[in-house]
């Protein structure tokens, strides 16, 4: 059975930093692509960071130079360091692979 569990969301000040985690079982972790989608409250899906699976990050242009997106293959983990947070960045995020969706973390920033 596929799993993937976020982790690390919260309440942050602007400008602040969070490093969110998805744990990943069920799968060859280390032959898929992993994806961070995020919804915005009111808002429809938006594509945020992905990283083959042989490595290499693509983020949206919203986030690039702010979020690093990394995995370890040993532990089956994808994370998203998220820094210079904005209000803009509140949303639930969203671990993605192989069609299969983590039930989301919340990160709202906020002063």
């Known amino acids: 059975e596929v799993q993937l569990v976020e982790s690390g969301g919260g309440l942050v000040q602007p400008g602040g930093s969070l490093r969110l985690s998805c744990a990943a079982s069920?799968?060859?972790?280390?032959?898929?692509?992993m994806i961070w989608v995020r919804q915005a409250p009111g808002k429809g899906l938006e594509w945020v960071s992905a990283?083959?699976?042989?490595?290499?990050?693509a983020y949206a242009d919203s986030v690039k130079g702010r979020f690093t997106i990394s995995r370890d293959n040993a532990k089956n983990t994808v994370s998203l360091q998220m820094n210079s947070l904005k209000p803009e960045d509140t949303a639930v995020y969203y671990c993605v692979a192989i069609g299969y969706w983590g039930q989301g973390t919340q990160v709202t920033v906020s002063s």
């Open positions: 069920g799968f060859t972790f280390s032959s898929y692509d």
């Open positions: 990283m083959k699976s042989g490595g290499g990050g």
